[in-house]
């Protein structure tokens, strides 16, 4: 991370919590997080839909400073797509983010690098801003070809978006591989990637927009391994599942300045 970037620490709660027990874990996390911590990094919590609106209610109510947002959007506006959520329903919602991409909706629901695409552009659309995922697979990694596989996501996830809509994207790096296994990756294996990502942001769309982005590891991510990987010049945040679910832990992610000693 730089001064010049914000960090982002998101908690994507996956299929977890229902709306009482979200309640719970905002309150909860909102306690053990100091006014520094909220100064220097914002903190998101990325709850299943059906506590949004308890999210929604409960940080409103208490002036609690967390953002919040969804694991997913539909790529169409409105319509005769059941079971769907629309970015517009989302924003009624005063959600900030959208998860777009996640490796488990692409290996679940095979979703594609154009639906992808076509999510990211719906979420603009609806003036919320999408957290894009991308990473590579075991077999991938094992091979080596991890950065060309991810900048290959990067391109087509972007494709045709507006300079402006680049620069305030928030990328995830999530390689596959480490993701609820337990295994993270190196500090130095996030660097080579996220690394990778800001130069082409900077090649395809201009110093400003590589500059400005933020790009957050994920994987496995713990109170005793962020501060490691956030030390990275090119890593600015982490979107965190298991450890999120734990207010303590994850409030420990958020604070890893301080065992920097910043
Ligand atoms: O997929 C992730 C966040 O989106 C990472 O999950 P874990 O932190 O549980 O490995």
Redesign the pocket.
């Known amino acids: 991370m730089t001064e010049t970037r914000r960090p982002i620490i998101a908690g994507?709660w996956?299929m977890n919590l229902n709306h009482l027990e979200a309640i719970l874990l905002v309150q909860k996390l909102a306690a053990s997080l100091p006014e520094r911590t909220l100064a220097e990094v914002e903190v998101v919590v990325l709850p299943p839909f059906t506590a949004l609106r308890s999210v929604q209610t409960a940080i409103d109510g208490d002036k609690l400073q967390l953002g919040y947002g969804a694991q997913d959007v539909s790529a169409h506006a409105s319509g005769a797509y059941t079971g769907e959520i629309s970015g517009g329903m989302l924003a009624k919602l005063g959600c900030t983010y959208v998860?777009i991409g996640?490796?488990?909706r692409r290996q679940y629901h095979n979703e594609d690098d154009a639906l992808v695409n076509a999510k990211i552009k719906a979420a603009f659309a609806a003036e919320l801003t999408p957290i894009f995922?991308v990473g590579e697979g075991l077999e991938i990694r094992e091979a080596g070809n991890q950065v060309s596989h991810v900048l290959a996501q990067v391109d087509a996830g972007l494709d045709g978006l507006k300079a402006e809509q680049v620069k305030q994207t928030v990328i995830?790096y999530?390689p596959v591989w480490?993701?609820?296994?337990g295994k993270t990756a190196t500090p130095e294996d996030a660097q080579e990637v996220c690394g990778a990502i800001r130069a082409r942001l900077t090649e395809r769309h201009g110093a400003e927009v590589g500059e400005a982005v933020r790009i957050q590891y994920?994987?496995?991510?713990k109170a005793s391994n962020a501060a490691a990987i956030m030390a990275q010049p090119d890593v600015d945040g982490a979107?965190?599942?298991?450890?999120?679910l734990d207010a303590d832990e994850f409030a420990g992610i958020c604070r890893f300045s301080e065992h920097v000693g910043r």
């Open positions: 994507n996956k998860v996640h490796s488990e995922c995830a999530e480490a993701i609820g296994t994920g994987g496995s991510v979107l965190v599942g298991g450890a999120s």
